[in-house]
């Protein structure tokens, strides 16, 4: 099928990652087949590749220097139970999800197994505007999961960790999973219904920028060279770490300005000016006077989360010592 439909392509002006495409549909046969088991698999290798390197961070003590939340390192077991959650949902969720995007995008003008790729200037765009959609998308349904009913029965698990790691950014609920996964792959559908003109391709790329950017804002670290001290509006591991610290603020993904907008971002904001103050007050001080405070800055911090955690849930708040 694929060999002749490819027959009045001349291979030689096509780069190597076109004709390795080509090579692919052929091998595999059946477009559904391929294209889904071509999108699972990179999704597999991307999202634990990207979390790899994270591990071998927290298992580093020289990087506690940036860690935001340094007395809490995940351990092997989490780690593991982290694994098998998140194990469970691709399997269970997102392969039926991946199976099915193919055959409803085509429907609505993706093309799949055709060749030359979209040049960057016609990708960019597109990506810019999943970026988009996403995020606003995201911020909406992450404020629903924190209310009542949904947060105590499905997204209570996402926030068993108070300091996130890479392998926790899809450590949820299937439920969750599904729903806001639906932010990830509206877009690209809203596009293809609009415009018929969407190449797969661009898909894959939009969903390994997604997938980098939700393993890292669970990272749980703050380098000097991470991506919001470039980008200010950017959200990055630092603005997310403070909401699985704090339990509110910050819903957004990828951007802080709809946190900004809404209001939603104050606490994080009195917080961090609470530290930067406490620091100028203490740049004398010993680095364990300086630890000692921020740790105390913390733990009244979570404790006020916990208590927005059971009022949200309907329970009685547990009780964080405040050295």
């Known amino acids: 099928m694929y060999d002749q439909l490819y027959a009045g392509i001349d291979a030689a002006s096509l780069s190597w990652l076109e004709q390795q495409w080509i090579a692919w549909y052929i091998a595999i046969g059946d477009p559904v087949i391929a294209t889904g088991l071509m999108t699972f698999l990179l999704h597999e290798m ?10 071998i961070i927290d298992a580093i003590p020289y990087f506690r220097k940036w860690k935001l939340q340094p007395s809490k390192i995940p351990t092997p077991a989490e780690q593991w139970e982290c694994t098998k959650l998140v194990l469970f949902s691709h399997f269970t969720v997102e392969l ?9 995008a085509e429907s609505l003008g993706m093309s799949t ?4 790729f979209p040049s960057v200037r016609t990708m960019v765009p597109q990506i810019a505007f999943f970026f988009f959609f996403e995020d606003l998308f ?11 009913v949904l947060y105590k029965h499905i997204h209570k698990i996402h926030h068993k960790y108070s300091a996130p790691f890479g392998l926790a950014a899809e450590y949820a609920h299937p439920a969750e999973v599904m729903i806001l996964g639906t932010g990830t792959i509206g877009g690209p559908l809203l596009y293809c219904y609009l415009t018929r003109n969407f190449h797969i391709f661009a898909m894959y790329i939009w969903m390994t920028l997604r997938l980098f950017q939700a393993i890292d804002a669970h990272s749980g670290y703050d380098f000097p060279w991470s991506l919001q001290h470039i980008l200010p509006f950017w ?3 630092e603005h997310h770490d403070f909401h699985h610290m704090a339990f509110t603020n910050n819903f957004s993904t990828s951007f802080r300005w709809w946190d900004r907008i809404c209001g939603t971002d104050t606490k994080y ?15 004398n001080a010993t ?4 630890e000692a405070i921020e740790r105390k800055l913390m733990a009244e911090v979570e404790a006020e989360g916990l208590r927005a955690e059971a009022e949200a849930e309907g329970s009685a708040p547990k009780v964080v010592k405040v050295e």
Do not use: D, T
């Open 269 to 283: 904001l009195q917080y961090r000016a609470r530290v930067n103050a406490a620091k100028k007050a203490m740049k």
């Open 138 to 148: 995201h911020y909406i349904a992450h404020q629903m999961l924190h209310i009542g």
């Open 235 to 237: 959200s990055g591991a």
């Open 46 to 55: 991307v999202y634990f590749g990207r979390c790899i390197p994270w591990i």
């Open 113 to 116: 197994y055709q060749v030359p």
């Open 96 to 104: 039926p999800v991946i199976w099915l995007f193919h055959p409803i």
């Open 287 to 290: 680095k364990e006077q300086q």
